[in-house]
Every structure is written in structure tokens, then in C-alpha cells.
């Protein structure tokens, strides 16, 4: 059936460095994505959004990058911080009316 | 102000003992209200979700079973819990219209021996 799924399970960065999670989603009706970061122990949190009629979206020292042609989203980490370190999700809906379709999950780990 | 309230945190249960957690969404009227679980070290599964109230709508077939007894109320039950029930249980409720973007409560953790 249709699924989101990523591409690395874990990613490991050093602290300064830019990380970037990767995406790929395959029900090509959907038409808004989500990125969500689960700390351990709490439920997801909103990290940032994007519309399928746009393809980059920056917000506080993140970017969500969307490449519809090959079905593939990202979510960039500039300067990633020990505070970075959770388990990063994208999800994805059609006109908000389906209920969002989560991705597996990709832990990062930021190494002091 | 919008929040939603799960309880109890966490919870240890025999197997074959009953379930019930529940999840209280303030701030917002008639609001779409989801259940997902989430196993240890994987992604979220979409168990429930109620339009309304006495609305709900199934994803997986399970010994699980969902209520809505009220607009702001959602409540996660079962009659005979199972080892494979253990896990990380979310309630969550679309706060922006028209986008699907789900605002999640802290969860409660289910432990079945």
C-alpha cells in the first residue's frame, strides 16, 4: 500500500555541523507533509510543514526541502545542538482529511 | 488555551487484565481525535480516529476498542490485554484545519507482563 518510509534509520553528527533526514513517500496524491521530533519518552512535536505546491520551506534553523518529482522530502538541521539529539518523523496527508501516514523514523545522535 | 491531557503516564498490567486510557482535549470544540501506539524503537500506528462523538472508525483489527463518550473525551479500552499490547499509546487531535497537522499528548506507557 501507500507508505512514507526513510532512507537512514540512524544518523550520527557532531555538534556544529548541519544534519540532514532524509524521506521518501510514495502516494503521490498527498499533498502535505509534516516533520515531527519525538524526545524520548514524550510524544511528537511539530517541527515544521510544507505544501505540495511549494518545494522549500525554511523556519528557525531548519529547512524542509520537497522534490515531488522523485517523491522525496528532507528535513535539514543547521548548526545541530545536543538538544537536537530525538527521533525525527515525517508524515504525510492528503487535504487533511485522511489522517497523517508516519514514516518509520530516523534517530539522530549529536556527538558533543 | 489548547491541550490535551492523557492519563495514566504509565501503566503496568497482567496479561489478560483490562485497559482503559484515556485522553481530554481542552480548549477546542468537536475536534477530530486520533489514537496511535508506538512500539518499542519504531514508528506510530494509527489504531483509532472519531469525527465525533459515538464516531469511530477502526485502522487495525486488534482486541483493542475506542469510545467517545463526549465531544472532548476519547478513551482507548480493552477487555483482555495482550503481551504484544505493550507500548507507547498517543492521543492526538488535528489543530490546524484542512492540513492533517496533528498536536500530540505526552502519551501513556503500557507495559503488559
Not at chain 1, 525525527?88 to 534517530?107: D, Q
Request: aromatic share 10%; net charge neutral; glycine share 8%.
Amino acid at each position: 500500500g501507500e507508505s512514507v518510509g526513510l532512507h537512514l534509520p540512524t544518523l550520527s553528527v557532531q555538534e556544529g555541523d548541519n544534519s540532514i533526514i532524509n524521506c521518501a513517500y510514495s502516494n503521490s496524491a498527498s499533498d502535505y507533509f509534516i516533520w515531527y521530533k519525538q524526545e524520548s519518552g514524550k510524544g511528537p512535536q511539530f517541527i515544521i510543514d510544507i505544501r505540495s505546491n511549494m518545494d522549500k520551506r525554511q523556519g528557525q534553523r531548519v529547512t524542509v526541502l520537497l522534490n515531488k518529482t522523485v517523491k522525496h522530502l528532507s528535513l535539514q538541521i543547521a548548526a545541530t545542538q545536543p538538544g537536537d539529539s530525538a527521533v525525527y518523523f515525517c508524515a504525510e496527508s492528503f487535504s487533511g482529511n485522511t489522517p497523517l501516514v508516519f514514516g518509520k523514523g530516523t534517530r539522530l545522535s549529536v556527538i558533543a | 488555551s489548547q491541550t490535551i491531557h492523557q492519563w495514566p503516564a504509565t501503566l503496568v498490567q497482567p496479561v489478560g487484565s483490562p485497559l482503559s486510557l484515556e485522553c481530554t482535549v481542552e480548549g477546542t470544540s468537536n475536534p477530530n481525535l486520533y489514537w496511535y501506539r508506538q512500539a518499542a524503537g519504531r514508528g506510530l500506528q494509527l489504531l483509532f480516529y472519531s469525527i465525533g462523538i459515538d464516531q469511530i472508525s477502526s485502522e487495525v483489527p486488534q482486541n483493542l476498542s475506542a469510545s467517545r463518550p463526549q465531544d472532548r473525551q476519547f478513551i482507548l479500552s480493552s477487555k483482555k490485554l495482550l503481551l504484544s499490547d505493550s507500548g507507547f499509546y498517543l492521543c492526538a487531535w488535528i489543530r490546524k484545519a484542512n492540513t492533517g497537522e496533528l498536536f500530540f499528548g505526552e502519551g501513556s506507557r503500557l507495559t503488559v507482563l
